[in-house]
C-alpha cells in the first residue's frame, strides 16, 4: 500500500535560501497520533527571522532533514484519543515552542523554559508544509472572524510582545521604552502593546524608509540609525536621563548602545539576537546604575489566547504585509534577510 504524501518545504543541509526546496514527504496520519496529539491541515505559515537563523546552521537543537516554521495556523484533521479541547475542523494556530505541561517549570507557569519542550522546525517538523503535529497544550482555537493568515503570526509576534513587555519587562504607564529592530514582526507589535500600556515609545530602525511605518504603528519618537549608534540621540529624546526599559530584538549588534541608553535602574530585555555571537559590557555601568538585565523567550497558549483577544478587539492589529505562496519559500527567506520588508511574510499553504 502507497505512503500518503505531502508537499513540504524540506532543509536537507544548512547555508543559503537554496537549500530550502519543495519535496513530497510521508504525511503524518491520524492512525499514528500519540495520546494528546492533533493533526493540523496547515493553511498558512509566517516566515520570521528565526528561521533564517535556523537556517544558516547557528540553532544546535535543529535535527536534519528539518521542515521549518513555527507560525502555524489550519485546521484540526484528527486528534489522538486524549484530546479534550479540539476535534475536527476547528480552527487553530500554534505557539512556538511546545511544553510538557508536567516538569517543575511548567508546574510553576514558566512553561516557555520547558526542560522538555520542543520548538517547531527544530526537535519537531514545522509549519512549512501541508501538514504537522502539536500537541493539545501547544494550541489556541482561532476566533471566528480573524483570517488565517493574520491569526499564524499572533503567537510569535503579538505574543513574544505580551510576554517581553508584561511578564519579563513589567513596563509600566508613562515608562519610556526603547525598542531595537522595531521594524520587524515582533517590533512592530510590541510598540503596540506598549502602547496599550500606556508607556513612551522610541522605536529604533536602520532604514529610513520604514520610519513612517513604525510612526503608524505608535511609536512616539523614531531614531534612524543607519550605524546602529543610537544612545546618545536616545539619551538627548530623554533629557539626558536615559530610557527605563530596552526592548532589545536586534541582539549583539545593538546591545552594547542599548546598555548605553538606559536610564539609572534601566532595564534591558533581550528577546531577539540576529547574529549569534558574544558581547561584552562593563559591569561597574550596571553596578554603578543597579541596571538589569533579563532574558525573554517565546510564548505561553495563555498569552496567544489573550493576543487574540486583543485583535478581536481591535486593540492590536496583526501587520501581514506580505503573501507568497509555499514554493516561494526561498524568496521569502531572501527578502526577509534583505530588510525587504516591514511586518511580516506569511506563506499560504
Known amino acids: ?34 495520546e494528546r496529539d492533533v493533526l493540523i491541515r496547515v493553511r498558512a505559515v509566517g516566515v520570521c527571522y528565526h528561521d533564517i537563523i535556523n537556517r544558516s546552521g547557528n540553532l544546535p537543537r535543529t535535527r536534519l532533514p528539518s ?10 484533521e484528527a486528534v489522538g484519543s486524549g484530546v479534550q479541547a479540539f476535534r475536527a475542523g476547528d480552527r487553530v494556530a500554534t505557539i512556538q515552542r511546545v511544553h510538557c505541561g508536567r516538569c517543575d517549570l511548567c508546574r510553576r507557569g514558566r512553561t516557555t523554559l520547558c526542560k522538555e519542550g520542543v520548538f517547531f522546525g527544530e526537535e519537531i517538523p514545522g509549519g512549512y508544509a501541508d501538514y504537522v503535529v502539536s500537541e493539545e497544550q501547544g494550541l489556541a482555537r482561532v476566533p471566528e472572524g480573524l483570517a488565517i493568515e493574520e491569526a499564524s503570526i499572533c503567537a510569535c509576534t503579538i505574543g513574544t510582545a505580551l510576554h517581553v513587555v508584561r511578564a519579563r519587562g513589567g513596563v509600566q504607564l508613562d515608562e519610556t521604552v526603547l525598542i531595537t529592530g522595531a521594524s520587524g514582526g515582533v517590533g512592530l507589535h510590541t510598540i503596540q502593546v506598549c502602547r496599550l500600556i500606556g508607556a513612551r515609545v522610541l522605536a529604533v530602525t536602520s532604514s529610513p524608509q520604514k520610519a513612517d511605518d513604525l510612526r503608524k504603528a505608535g511609536a512616539d519618537e523614531v531614531i534612524v540609525a543607519p550605524s546602529l549608534k543610537f544612545a546618545e540621540q536616545a539619551r538627548r529624546l530623554t533629557s539626558g536621563r536615559g530610557v527605563d526599559v530596552v526592548l532589545e530584538i536586534t541582539g549583539a549588534l545593538t546591545f552594547d548602545q542599548a546598555m548605553r541608553s538606559l536610564a539609572p535602574a534601566g532595564r534591558l530585555i533581550v528577546v531577539g539576537n540576529l547574529e549569534t555571537r558574544p558581547v561584552s559590557f562593563m559591569p561597574g555601568l550596571v553596578i554603578l546604575n543597579e541596571l538589569e538585565i533579563r532574558g525573554s523567550f517565546a510564548t505561553t497558549t495563555p498569552e496567544l489566547s489573550e493576543s487574540f483577544r486583543l485583535v478581536g478587539e481591535k486593540k492590536v492589529r496583526p501587520m501581514v504585509s506580505r503573501l507568497m505562496p509555499l514554493s516561494d519559500a526561498p524568496r521569502a527567506h531572501q527578502i526577509l534577510y534583505d530588510r525587504g520588508v516591514t511586518g511580516r511574510i506569511v506563506l499560504q499553504v
Open 67 to 76: 521542515i521549518l516554521g513555527h507560525e502555524i495556523a489550519g485546521e484540526v
Open 1 to 34: 500500500m502507497r505512503t500518503p504524501t505531502m508537499r513540504a518545504v524540506v532543509m536537507r543541509e544548512f547555508g543559503g535560501p537554496e537549500t530550502l526546496r519543495i519535496e513530497e514527504v510521508p504525511a503524518p496520519q491520524p492512525a499514528s497520533l500519540r
